[in-house]
């Protein structure tokens, strides 16, 4: 039987997403049907509506990388999950089948793309390796941002910036992925965590997350004002979540000889950063950032538990939350900079805690 789900289609870049009724051919090898329940909202979706990541040669195509579902049903050779158990859909790679991307097909008849994820529906056909089962106890409305935001930023510190306890770091930048690292970095045990913004409302989720000093960039001179939190003015690690070219060499010029700085933050295609070669040469090291360098199966069982024994608190990260059918909404307030993660509630049928109405 053929499989229909409720989904938001980027028909054109620039163009508001449409509300479409899909249908999906039955599950082949690898493929999962989620109910998908929430569903985040980040800013490389942005990008892709207004076409900064390049020509889009997928159009029209579905959109969404983070979330959170049950599984309804599974495609032949399908291991790693089961009918009914929560799952955290992530774009990041994991253990399991990688069926590829998936074609959907409109009322038109039209042909609609999808990648091996996609979460901005109310149900969505997932690759085996894009799933990551956890414990029912599990929040699904906290779990959605376990699929990016949250891996993508801890990881930043947690598995690439090389940190110590008792450590400094500073994170530019806190918008999800940002405070994400804070946390990550409250999770390594670093000493002093300085968030640095222009935004006052991240700055204090940045403060109620971990951070240990705030600095807003639009009132202080971030590189000044750091002489007085660390010696030299320098951070045994940075972290760069902003994705603006300024505040990326902003990031390497506060991190200290034989430090690392990590670049996580998403510019348009095509931009340049400026590097003094010296800083190199002193043993400075630049890192980039693909998803934290998460793996899955490792990395999102460690933050669920780290959640569920109150190590950390992840929750205040979620910001405002829409329904499907005012996606455009919510991807209007992610422009407009908001704090914290805009939510999707895709399937209101599904609670929180996952039972279903
Ligand atoms: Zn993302």
């Known amino acids: 039987m053929s499989i229909e789900i409720e989904a938001a289609v980027l028909v054109e870049t620039n163009t508001p997403l449409e509300l479409q009724t899909l249908t999906h051919e039955p599950l082949t090898s690898g493929q999962v049907l989620v109910e998908i329940a929430y569903s985040g909202v980040c800013g490389s979706q942005l990008l892709e509506i207004k076409g900064l990541r390049g020509p889009d040669r997928f159009l029209p195509h579905l959109l969404g990388h983070e979330g959170s579902g049950i599984v309804a049903e599974i495609g032949p050779d399908v291991t790693k999950v089961k009918p009914g158990d929560h799952v955290v859909v992530t774009w990041i790679a994991g253990e399991g089948i ?3 991307g998936t074609r959907y097909t409109a009322s038109d008849s039209q042909i609609v793309n999808a990648g091996p994820v996609a979460t901005f529906s109310n149900r969505a056909v997932v ?3 894009r799933l990551l089962p956890i414990d029912t106890r599990f929040s699904l409305r906290q779990a959605a941002l376990l699929g990016c935001c949250l891996p993508t930023g801890a990881g930043t510190v947690l598995n690439l910036a090389n940190i110590d306890a008792g450590d400094s770091v500073a994170i530019i930048g806190v918008g999800g992925v940002g405070l994400s690292a804070v946390l990550g970095a409250k999770m390594a045990g670093a000493g002093v965590i300085v968030a640095v913004d222009r935004n006052a409302a991240n700055l204090e989720l940045a403060m109620a997350l971990g951070a240990t000093h705030s600095l807003n960039s639009a009132e202080v001179d971030a590189i000044r004002a ?3 939190i660390v010696s030299g003015g320098r951070f045994d690690a940075t972290v760069e979540a902003s994705g ?5 060499e902003m990031a390497i010029s506060l991190t200290r000889d034989e430090g690392i700085c990590v670049i996580a933050g998403n510019p348009s295609a095509g931009s340049r950063i400026a590097v003094d070669p010296f800083e190199l040469i ?13 793996v899955p199966d490792r990395d999102i069982p460690k933050y669920v538990k780290a959640q569920l024994v109150g190590e950390i608190d992840f929750s205040p990260l979620i910001g405002s939350e829409y329904d499907l059918d005012r996606i455009n909404d919510a991807i209007a307030e992610l422009e407009s900079g908001t704090a914290g993660r805009v939510l999707l509630r895709t399937n209101p049928s599904i609670s929180d805690s996952g039972s279903t109405s």
């Open 98 to 100: 990688n069926s590829g």
């Open 127 to 129: 690759s085996e390796n």
């Open 226 to 228: 750091s002489n007085e």
């Open 244 to 248: 603006r070219t300024e505040l990326m």
């Open 282 to 294: 002193k043993g400075k090291r630049i890192v980039g950032s693909w998803g934290g360098g998460t």
